[in-house]
């Protein structure tokens, strides 16, 4: 379907990731010293620790659901079709900038990071573009994975930074930084691989 008269469930859990987005960039900015007069210290520090990875997973879990209820409710609309992207690329692009922040100056972090951003900015210069010409440049489904990718790799990060936030013992907490390192740079690797096919894919009709 493509009306708007449809089932509101889909676009509302949607619209909660596009919120979603912002908050978790305001609290991991706020956990870096980046909010004016917010000096995070000790439980604060903790609790802010722990609520964006709460946030974040219930964020990433509207990803999957508002896909599959779209679907089984016969719910899709322009509307969602709209938001649905923009809601991705504000959850993975404020996540990255709110991690970045966090960890400035770090190469394993900051280059993939920077990949994934130029990547996310390219591709959608490119869609706003080729709507202008009415041609319509689809996710594919390696765009699908990529995006699964993308969230379950920040999931990681930010349960890293989390750790103590969580009262874990110590130990495990660099394994689990290097595992969220290694899936941001699979991320960003997938994110070229498709941003240079839709480039290639949309060149012919531009």
């Known amino acids: 379907m493509t009306g708007e008269n449809v089932n509101p469930i889909p676009n509302l859990l949607t619209g909660v990731r596009l919120v979603f987005g912002v908050v978790i960039f305001v609290l991991l900015a706020g956990m870096a010293g980046g909010i004016p007069f917010l000096n995070a210290q000790s439980d604060m520090l903790f609790g802010m620790q722990r609520w964006s ?19 089984r409710l016969h719910a899709e609309s322009q509307l969602g079709a709209i938001l649905d992207p923009i809601a991705d690329k504000i959850l993975v692009c404020g996540t990255i900038l709110g991690v970045f922040a966090i960890h400035s100056g770090d190469p394993w972090f900051a280059l993939p990071a920077a990949f994934i951003l130029f990547r996310e900015f390219a591709v959608s210069a490119l869609r706003e573009t080729a709507a202008a010409k009415g041609v319509k440049v689809p996710v594919s489904f390696l765009g699908k994975v990529k995006t699964t990718i993308q969230l379950v790799a920040l999931g990681v990060l930010l349960f890293a930074d989390a750790w ?21 740079w699979i991320a960003a690797i997938i994110s070229l691989w498709t941003g240079i096919a839709y480039f290639i894919a949309a060149w012919k009709d531009l």
């Not at 997973?57 to 679907?71: E, P």
């Not at 103590?164 to 941001?184: C, H, I, K, R």
């Open 164 to 184: 103590s936030a969580f009262g874990l013992q110590p130990d495990g907490s660099t394994a689990v930084l290097m595992t969220g390192y290694a899936l941001v």
């Open 53 to 71: 990875v709460y946030v974040f997973i219930i964020a990433a879990l509207t990803d999957l659901f508002d896909g599959i209820l779209a679907r």
